[in-house]
C-alpha cells in the first residue's frame, strides 16, 4: 500500500474547464483509503469499495465467491427483486460484484455505477447510493447468523460454470496455462476465482466465517470519480461505513517479484486437446528491470515487441513470414512478467517458436528502426489518454497504481511514454529472460472451433 499522497490537478491536453481533474488520496480510517477524482466530465459516476488480501489456493475460492453472495441481497432488501427495484429507484443505477487479480494480491468488493447528482432532480442520489452499498458490504442478507444457504449455493454453482466453461476459449485457456505452469511454485498461478475442488467445499459458514475475517483485517481501497468534492465524500463515507469492524491488519501482503526463472533453461509443457488450431504461449521474466522499474519504457517495449499491430511479432511473425494466426504480446508490471500468445498450425511449433524468439532479441539488442519506435510510443500513448474519457478505466488506472505505490495520472505517464528513448526500450528489454513455454496441440480427435485471426 502506498504512502499518503497529495492532491493533484491533471488533465493534459484537455482545455476545456469542465474536463480538468483533481485527485485526492488519503487515509480516511484506520487502513481505509479514498481515492477521489473530481471532475465534471462525465454524467455517471463511480464507486468502487474494494478489500485487498493475499491471492492463495486455500482462500481464492472463498473470497471470489463473497460478493457474488453479497449482491444478492441485504437486510432491508433480502433478495434480488426487491434489491433490483430499490436500484431502479435510483435512476437505474447498478451495484455489481468485482473480482479481480493484480499481481499475487485478490481484490474484491463492489463497484457502483450511477447517474451523476447533476443531472437528476433527487438531492440524495448521491447520499443513497453510498448508504446502499455500505448496506451490501456491511449488513448482508442472513439467515442464523450466517449468509443465506440458498444465495450460496446458487452463487457456488455460477462460480462452478465460470471456472469449468473457460476450457471453451481455448487462446484465453492456454494463456492460463502457462501463467499455472511458469508460476507453479508461486501465488501468481492461482485464478482469481481459485479451483473447482475448493468452490465445492465452500458452505454458508464458511464463507460467512471468511467474510468477517476479510472485514476486519483487509486493507480497503475506495474509488471515486464524480462532481463531488473530497471533504464531502470523505464525511459521508466515514458515517456510512462507521459499523465496519476493524481487527488487526493484514500487512503481510504483497506480490513476489522474482527476477530469474524457476530452472536455468526454460521448461516446456506440452498438451493435447481436441483443437484444429495449436496455441503457442511463451512466458518471461522481465528480471532486473523490476528492481526500478521504467513503466513507460516497458509499455513501450512490449508494443514494439507484440503489444501492437504495429509490433514485430505482429508485422513480421504473422503477417511476413505466416507463421501464426495470432501473435501478440503482453506484459504484467504488477508481477513483473512478459507473456507472448500466438495460434500455429501444429508442424509450425519449430519455426514459430524460433522466429518469436528472434523478434525478442531484436528488441534487445536495438534492431528496430525509428519509425517502429514512433508507432509504439504513439499507441502506448494514444491508450493511456483515453483512460480520461472512461469512469471504469479511470477505477481500474489508480485501483493497480496505488497498490504499486505509483503516483503518475494517465495524462502524466502518457508524456514520459513520449519521451522514451531507444536506450530505454533496449534497457528495458534487456533482462528478459525465457521461463516456459506451453503448447496445446491437437489429440487426433479435433472438432471446428472458431479460430482467432
Given at each position: 500500500m502506498?504512502?499518503?499522497?497529495?492532491?493533484?490537478?491533471?488533465?493534459g491536453n484537455?482545455?476545456?474547464?469542465?474536463?480538468?481533474?483533481?485527485?485526492?488520496r488519503n487515509?480516511?480510517?484506520?487502513?481505509?483509503w479514498?481515492t477521489?477524482v473530481?471532475t465534471d466530465k462525465?454524467?455517471?459516476?463511480?464507486?468502487s469499495?474494494?478489500?485487498i488480501t493475499?491471492?492463495?489456493?486455500e482462500?481464492a475460492s472463498?473470497?471470489?465467491?463473497?460478493?457474488?453472495?453479497?449482491?444478492?441481497g441485504?437486510?432491508?432488501?433480502?433478495?434480488?427483486e426487491?434489491f433490483?427495484g430499490?436500484?431502479?429507484?435510483?435512476?437505474?443505477?447498478?451495484?455489481?460484484?468485482?473480482?479481480?487479480?493484480?499481481?499475487?494480491?485478490?481484490?474484491?468488493g463492489?463497484?457502483?455505477?450511477?447517474?451523476?447528482s447533476?443531472?437528476?432532480?433527487?438531492?440524495?442520489l448521491?447520499?443513497?447510493?453510498l448508504?446502499?452499498?455500505a448496506?451490501?458490504?456491511?449488513?448482508?442478507?442472513?439467515?442464523?447468523?450466517?449468509?443465506v444457504?440458498?444465495?450460496?449455493?446458487?452463487?457456488?454453482?455460477?462460480?462452478?460454470?465460470?471456472?469449468r466453461?473457460?476450457?471453451?476459449?481455448?487462446?484465453?485457456?492456454?494463456?492460463?496455462?502457462?501463467?499455472?505452469c511458469?508460476?507453479?511454485?508461486?501465488?501468481?498461478?492461482?485464478?482469481r476465482?481459485?479451483?473447482e475442488?475448493?468452490?465445492?467445499?465452500?458452505?454458508?459458514?464458511?464463507?460467512?466465517?471468511?467474510?468477517y475475517?476479510l472485514?476486519?483485517s483487509?486493507?480497503?481501497?475506495?474509488?471515486?470519480?464524480?462532481s463531488?468534492?473530497?471533504?464531502?465524500l470523505?464525511?459521508?463515507l466515514?458515517?456510512v461505513?462507521?459499523?465496519?469492524?476493524?481487527?488487526?491488519?493484514?500487512?503481510?501482503?504483497g506480490?513476489?517479484?522474482?527476477?530469474n526463472?524457476?530452472?536455468?533453461?526454460?521448461r516446456?509443457?506440452t498438451e493435447e486437446?481436441?483443437?484444429t488450431q495449436g496455441?503457442?504461449?511463451l512466458g518471461?521474466?522481465?528480471?532486473e528491470?523490476?528492481?526500478?522499474?521504467?513503466?513507460?519504457?516497458?509499455?513501450?517495449m512490449?508494443?514494439l515487441?507484440?503489444?501492437?499491430?504495429?509490433?514485430?511479432?505482429?508485422?513480421?511473425?504473422r503477417?511476413?513470414?505466416?507463421?501464426c494466426?495470432?501473435?501478440?504480446?503482453m506484459?504484467?508490471?504488477?508481477?513483473?512478467?512478459?507473456?507472448v500468445?500466438s495460434?500455429?498450425?501444429f508442424?509450425?511449433?519449430?519455426?514459430?517458436?524460433?522466429?518469436?524468439?528472434?523478434?525478442l532479441?531484436?528488441?534487445?539488442?536495438?534492431?528496430?528502426?525509428?519509425?517502429e519506435?514512433s508507432?509504439?510510443r504513439r499507441?502506448?500513448?494514444?491508450?493511456?489518454?483515453?483512460?480520461?474519457d472512461?469512469?471504469?478505466?479511470l477505477?481500474?488506472?489508480?485501483?493497480s497504481?496505488?497498490?504499486r505505490g505509483?503516483t503518475?495520472?494517465?495524462?502524466e505517464?502518457?508524456?514520459m511514454v513520449?519521451?522514451?528513448?531507444?536506450?530505454?526500450?533496449v534497457?528495458?528489454?534487456s533482462?528478459?529472460?525465457?521461463?516456459a513455454?506451453?503448447?496445446?496441440?491437437?489429440?487426433?480427435?479435433?472438432?471446428?472451433?472458431d479460430e482467432?485471426?
Amino acid at each position: 500500500m502506498c504512502a499518503m499522497e497529495n492532491s493533484a490537478g491533471f488533465g493534459g491536453n484537455l482545455k476545456d474547464e469542465e474536463q480538468h481533474m483533481t485527485l485526492i488520496r488519503n487515509e480516511i480510517m484506520p487502513d481505509v483509503w479514498l481515492t477521489c477524482v473530481t471532475t465534471d466530465k462525465f454524467k455517471t459516476g463511480c464507486l468502487s469499495v474494494n478489500m485487498i488480501t493475499q491471492l492463495q489456493r486455500e482462500t481464492a475460492s472463498l473470497n471470489a465467491l463473497i460478493p457474488q453472495v453479497l449482491r444478492r441481497g441485504c437486510r432491508s432488501l433480502p433478495d434480488m427483486e426487491s434489491f433490483a427495484g430499490r436500484l431502479d429507484d435510483l435512476y437505474g443505477a447498478c451495484i455489481s460484484p468485482a473480482v479481480r487479480k493484480i499481481g499475487e494480491l485478490q481484490v474484491i468488493g463492489l463497484v457502483s455505477d450511477f447517474v451523476d447528482s447533476r443531472f437528476v432532480p433527487a438531492e440524495s442520489l448521491f447520499d443513497d447510493i453510498l448508504e446502499l452499498t455500505a448496506e451490501v458490504l456491511l449488513r448482508p442478507a442472513m439467515e442464523k447468523g450466517r449468509f443465506v444457504d440458498a444465495y450460496v449455493e446458487s452463487e457456488k454453482e455460477k462460480q462452478l460454470d465460470r471456472l469449468r466453461g473457460r476450457i471453451n476459449d481455448k487462446r484465453s485457456y492456454a494463456m492460463q496455462r502457462i501463467i499455472e505452469c511458469m508460476c507453479t511454485y508461486e501465488d501468481f498461478a492461482v485464478s482469481r476465482l481459485g479451483d473447482e475442488a475448493s468452490t465445492e467445499s465452500i458452505t454458508a459458514e464458511s464463507l460467512t466465517q471468511q467474510y468477517y475475517q476479510l472485514l476486519e483485517s483487509s486493507p480497503m481501497e475506495i474509488f471515486y470519480v464524480g462532481s463531488r468534492d473530497f471533504e464531502t465524500l470523505e464525511s459521508k463515507l466515514c458515517e456510512v461505513l462507521k459499523d465496519l469492524p476493524r481487527g488487526e491488519p493484514d500487512y503481510d501482503i504483497g506480490t513476489d517479484i522474482r527476477m530469474n526463472s524457476v530452472d536455468p533453461e526454460p521448461r516446456y509443457f506440452t498438451e493435447e486437446l481436441n483443437v484444429t488450431q495449436g496455441k503457442l504461449s511463451l512466458g518471461f521474466r522481465l528480471g532486473e528491470i523490476m528492481d526500478d522499474p521504467d513503466y513507460a519504457a516497458l509499455y513501450v517495449m512490449n508494443a514494439l515487441y507484440g503489444g501492437a499491430v504495429t509490433s514485430k511479432l505482429f508485422m513480421n511473425v504473422r503477417e511476413k513470414l505466416s507463421l501464426c494466426y495470432y501473435a501478440s504480446s503482453m506484459v504484467d508490471v504488477n508481477k513483473g512478467i512478459m507473456l507472448v500468445s500466438s495460434g500455429i498450425e501444429f508442424d509450425k511449433y519449430d519455426e514459430a517458436l524460433n522466429e518469436i524468439l528472434t523478434q525478442l532479441k531484436a528488441v534487445q539488442t536495438g534492431d528496430f528502426t525509428d519509425d517502429e519506435l514512433s508507432s509504439a510510443r504513439r499507441a502506448v500513448a494514444a491508450e493511456l489518454r483515453t483512460y480520461v474519457d472512461s469512469v471504469g478505466d479511470l477505477e481500474h488506472y489508480w485501483l493497480s497504481r496505488n497498490l504499486r505505490g505509483e503516483t503518475n495520472d494517465p495524462m502524466e505517464l502518457s508524456r514520459m511514454v513520449d519521451a522514451v528513448t531507444r536506450e530505454d526500450v533496449v534497457n528495458a528489454a534487456s533482462s528478459i529472460v525465457l521461463d516456459a513455454v506451453y503448447f496445446l496441440k491437437g489429440n487426433g480427435e479435433e472438432e471446428n472451433e472458431d479460430e482467432e485471426e
